[in-house]
């Protein structure tokens, strides 16, 4: 006797492609309100609505990322 239920005959293609395609119609609906892309007003970039842009760093019409600024990355650790 196996400890696991197995099944007691195969799965059709058919049936287990209909499984599928009712998951991912589920998953595609939730996934649509999720983020709205709106254009930039400043620089007319898409970008995701009620953040600041990615490209010119500002929100509702004010600066909010310095973009000019020059990030210095550490790669190595001082001593």
Do not use: W
């Not at 696991?4 to 499984?19: D, M, Q, V």
């Not at 007003?41 to 009620?50: F, L, T, Y």
Request: charge should be positive.
């Amino acid at each position: 006797m196996s400890k696991h239920p197995t099944p007691k005959k195969k799965t059709s293609k058919a049936r287990g492609k209909r499984r599928y395609a009712s998951f991912k119609t589920k998953a595609q609906r939730k996934l649509v309100n999720i983020a709205t892309l709106v254009t930039c007003k400043s620089c007319g970039s898409k970008c995701v609505a009620h953040s600041a842009c990615p490209d010119c760093g500002k929100y509702r019409g004010r600066q909010v990322i310095d973009k000019k600024k020059k990030i210095e990355k550490i790669t190595k650790i001082k001593a």
